[in-house]
């Protein structure tokens, strides 16, 4: 797991209700990055993305935009060790 990175995000602003969770997983998908995102109760969205560094790296760029729909503030990341990982996933 040498080659792989892991971030762990937090993303704020107007991100729930605009798609963001399946744009998330179609676009970590089509980067063949493997984790899993969530809504949270206050209003942000909770995601982790790992992989390749560099897809790692576009995955954290594309939340700063994310959906169509979605306005972000802020998006928070920490870096942690690869767990391994296998797919991508919308959690409940």
């Avoid at 206050?42 to 995955?59: L, Q, T, Y």
Wanted: net charge negative.
């Amino acid at each position: 797991m040498e080659d792989r990175k892991r971030a762990h995000a937090f993303v704020t602003g107007r991100v729930q209700g605009v798609y963001f969770r399946a744009s998330t997983r179609d676009t970590a998908r089509a980067h063949n990055v493997d984790g899993w995102v969530r809504n949270l109760s206050d209003g942000r969205v909770e995601a982790v993305f790992e992989g390749e560094p560099e897809a790692v790296d576009a995955m954290i760029e594309w939340c700063e935009t994310g959906s169509d729909r979605a306005d972000v503030e802020s998006v928070s990341v920490e870096y942690e060790e690869p767990r391994g990982n296998e797919n991508f996933d919308i959690r409940q």
